[in-house]
């Protein structure tokens, strides 16, 4: 067993290394530096635990049990999870970092004694509240994050869940979890603790229903954010101080990400933190398409040939791109333009697939470089003069309804403004709407030519078409 100081030291590297790891993050070219950082701070911190508890040989037993069991079970699913399921797979483990916290407060409260936090009617006041605070936002991490996973997953419908005096209710629950908790530091009744337990369970599931589809990227980061912060509320009840750093410093990412996206598609920061800032109940599902005009539809050659006779090509990727796995043949059709001088960009938009960055870990995958990769406010004016804008699977964050009918889910999120192009090629397997249910008018502008086929097969043919 190592010496408090030295176990201290150490997690200060290891809070060093997650904090430069970040700043690798930050960047999509030291993204993998970042990564690397990162592993090398988690492995330090992991060994110096085991090097830090006291029954040694019997407890590496059983932590090497269930740190196989549990390696073994995450190794599996990752290799096997396809990256369009990644949003509902990340949503998937927030819920089990939530899950930990509950139980290690569980735990904490039940067996006081092991933790050196007093013994049980006795728990020290600090400790208590930091595992009752832990435990309460673990609860609703988990179940938030199961709502999140069950509508990422279209197991739920992703439209709003509304239901009259839903905020007021939100209120009633949150101060009750305040109050309860008051009384626990007071009583330590198990009865209350479980309670508070049981409440937060149930605003975590009324927290995250009334969201909309089109709005699940911040719900993921939000989500992030709430499994930092239980993480260090059980970091202080288990006076681990790797812990305290690295959930502190995913609490704090999290919520930060979430101010950006928030900023980002025009939402209220506090109202995310609250639920409930999808659609209201006068929200339309769809519009009426009995007025609207035919579309025009297009093929592969079609595009081809208005590509190759513009000068600027700004390509428009979205979730469609991602089931399809179409980035590679999408790299191969720029590869192709650029040879014949048309310059091409990417327009990214901040909420663009169903998780931040998600677009552009699919076009680093297919090696696209990152200085034609540009975000939504660095690009939007560039539409107005470009040839031809490729959207490939993009709906919602094209569909300009979102500046016009204030009805709408997606009313004042910033789109990007696709239908000042030129010419729109728009890939799409067929009219149905986007995750946020509702119809894009972009589809029966004018200047747009539908492209009705699977993403990658299409942009084949254009390939085909281009040589």
């Not at 149905?432 to 299409?458: C, H, Q, R, W």
Request: charged share 15%; with cysteine.
């Amino acid at each position: 067993m190592i010496s408090a100081n030295v176990s201290a030291f150490f997690y200060l590297i290891s809070g060093m290394l997650f904090i430069l790891a970040l700043r690798g993050l930050s960047s999509p070219d030291t993204s993998r530096q970042g990564n690397l950082l990162g592993m090398i701070g988690m492995t330090i911190a992991i060994i110096i635990t085991f090097l830090s508890i006291g029954n040694f040989s019997t407890a590496l037993i059983y932590v090497l049990i269930f740190l196989l069991i549990g390696g073994g079970i995450g190794a599996f699913i990752a290799f096997r999870i396809p990256m369009t399921a990644m949003p509902e797979l990340v949503a998937g483990f927030h819920s089990l970092v939530g899950l930990a916290a509950v139980f290690v407060a569980i735990a904490a409260f039940l067996n006081p004694s092991s933790f050196n936090l007093g013994v049980v009617g006795n728990i020290k006041l600090a400790s208590l509240i930091e595992m009752s605070i832990g435990a309460s936002v673990g609860a609703i991490t988990f179940s938030g994050s199961i709502i999140a996973f069950l509508k990422l997953r279209g197991i739920m419908s992703g439209s709003p869940i509304i239901f009259s005096g839903q905020h007021l209710l939100n209120l009633f629950l949150g101060l009750s979890v305040f109050i309860l908790v008051f009384y626990l530091c007071k009583t330590q009744s198990s009865n209350i603790f479980w309670t508070v337990i049981l409440i937060s369970f149930l605003v975590g599931v009324l927290l995250i229903i009334p969201i909309g589809g089109a709005d699940m990227p911040v719900v993921i980061s939000m989500l992030n954010s709430y499994s930092g912060w239980a993480a260090a509320g059980i970091g202080f009840t288990l006076e681990n101080t790797a812990l305290i750093i690295t959930g502190a410093l995913v609490g704090s990412s999290g919520a930060i990400l979430s101010y950006i996206m928030c900023k980002a598609m025009n939402r209220s920061f506090f109202s995310v933190i609250l639920g409930g800032f999808g659609a209201d109940s006068t929200s339309t599902k769809s519009d009426d398409k009995k007025d609207r005009k035919p579309v025009k539809n297009g093929n592969a050659e079609d595009a081809a040939f208005l590509m190759k006779n513009a000068s600027s090509v700004i390509i428009v990727p979205g979730y469609g791109m991602a089931v399809a796995q179409a980035q590679h043949a999408l790299r191969e059709m720029v590869d192709k333009l650029k040879k014949i001088d048309i310059k091409v960009s990417y327009a990214i938009h901040p909420v663009a697939g169903r998780m931040p960055g998600h677009m552009n870990v699919l076009l680093a995958e297919a090696n696209v470089p990152y200085d034609e990769v540009f975000e939504l406010e660095d690009i939007n004016n560039d539409f107005a003069n470009a040839d031809v804008a490729f959207v490939i699977g993009a709906n919602d964050v094209t569909n300009p309804v979102a500046k016009t009918d204030p009805k709408s889910p997606i009313f004042g999120m910033p789109v990007l403004d696709v239908e000042k192009c030129k010419s729109v090629l728009f890939v799409k397997r067929s009219l149905s709407p986007g995750y946020a249910g509702i119809d894009n008018e972009l589809f029966y502008k004018d200047n747009t030519l539908m492209l009705f086929a699977d993403a990658k097969k299409m942009t084949e043919d254009i390939v085909k078409n281009l040589e």
